[in-house]
């Protein structure tokens, strides 16, 4: 069973960094990505970051973060993390992990996440 945990969230001033934690079990094969998204109140969730286990690079689906946030994981302890730098009161969110076999998904596709594994969620709240 594919199971991910996020922690790590918190209260930070504006100005501030965080880093969350999504760890990562049960996948029966090292082909598969992780995607970060965040949903603040009364607003739809946004896709933010992927990163895959097979392929280099990272897939940004938010110009918001570009710049302040970034994806890497670390393979020996299956965990996916999320560095949030310079954060801002609008970056006010849950930030949730979630992730399948297979590739990122590109950027411009209507793909139903909700097909996705998801975790609970972390919230991350930025003080102005």
């Known amino acids: 069973e594919v199971q991910l945990v996020e922690s790590g969230g918190g209260l930070v001033q504006a100005g501030g960094s965080l880093r969350l934690s999504c760890a990562v079990s049960?996948?029966?094969?090292?082909?598969?990505?992780i995607t970060w998204f965040r949903q603040a109140p009364g607003k739809e969730r946004e896709q933010i970051l992927c990163?895959?286990?097979?392929?280099?690079?990272?897939?940004y689906y938010t110009n918001s973060v570009k710049g302040r946030f970034t994806i890497s994981s670390d393979n020996a302890k299956n965990t996916v993390y999320l560095q949030m730098n310079s954060l801002k009161p609008e970056d006010t969110a849950v930030y949730y992990c979630a992730g399948d076999y297979g590739p990122c998904i590109d950027s411009d596709s209507d793909y139903d996440y909700d097909n996705y594994y998801w975790g609970q969620g972390t919230q991350v709240t930025v003080s102005s």
């Open positions: 990163i895959s286990s097979s392929y280099d690079g990272s897939t």
């Open positions: 049960g996948f029966t094969f090292d082909d598969y990505a």
